[in-house]
């Protein structure tokens, strides 16, 4: 029988997981160890979590990550409460997201939350008492969709370095590709294909930090250019609910489609992944190739869920930090950032490490202008 990590001896050290860059690697890698734990022995997780509450609280709408969230926390033997429409919340009575938060804190010992503005998540992490997970926000970051696909990565191919990626379509508003690049980057030998049209092209804070790490990319418009050498390609949507017009979004839509004739270009080897959901991106033929596992990624999210809950949900009460701004007479020029929404909440500024001389918003990476 497989032991259970006790209480308090847990994979992941931090209390709240907002992006996958704030994980260590020796934490990572003691979640990867706990979820193949979970993956081959289920059965000795039933009780890991019994008598916890998880709260799922999305303000814009899912499947895979709510369900696979309370999946998670049904197959820990813990509970979940939820909301995932907030016009049925009293949010649509004006209340706060930081006092939707400690509200819902009262009740939980963990809160996932989805959100549709950038630094969302970061926001409700200084005010919550428990553990908050990041569950989305906006275009901006989606960690536990990286775990999903890291998991997928490393369980399939045995490894998440060395290996030759490539990223294609909404490489701009793709939260999920923000995240997965911010990860993969921190593996040695990791190549990157950036397959998007110039509207669509990944934000400059990713760009940096591909740079700073001194790491190889190369930025193309077709998928011909690169597929024969890739190890893994990441497809993904174009997200029509991220763009200002519906023209904007016809102007993009349907430029990049995984067909039968494209799959042939590539190795054997290459695995095909998607965050899903798929629109027209991926043909009906190519669904059925053996290459294409994005069904497997999502039930792996599930099982990284199950990981990371059984670190969180064992924390206890966590000190709010309730910070002031940190700048004066400076706001986010982002009109997607949560604090252009929620005006209470102070203006922080930050210092990336990767580019010490520049400043950016604490909660949703966009650059200050000074
Ligand atoms: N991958 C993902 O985030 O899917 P949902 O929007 O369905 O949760």
Known sequence: MTKIKERGEVAVQLNHLLDFGEMTLPEWDGLYQTVEQIIDHPEDFLDACRGKVLATTFFEPSTRTIFSFQAAALR?????I??????NSSVSKGETLRDTIRIVANYTDTIAIRHSLEGAAKAASFYSPVPIVNAGDGGHLHPTQTLADLVTIRRRIGRTEGLSIGLCGDLK??????SLLGAMTRFPGNKFYLVSTPELRVPRYVIDILEAGGHEYHEVSTLDECIGALDVLYMTRIQKERFASEQEYKSQAGIYILDGEKMKKAGDH????HPLPKIDEITDEVDLDPRCIYFDQARYGMFARMGLLLSLMHKGRLSPVYPESNVEEMRCHNPKCITNHERYLPQRFIRPERNPAELRCEYCDAPARL
């Open 76 to 80: 820990l033997g813990a509970t979940y």
């Open 82 to 87: 939820s909301f995932s429409d907030p016009n």
């Open 173 to 178: 508003y793709g939260r999920t590709v923000h």
């Open 270 to 273: 290459m695995l095909v992944l």
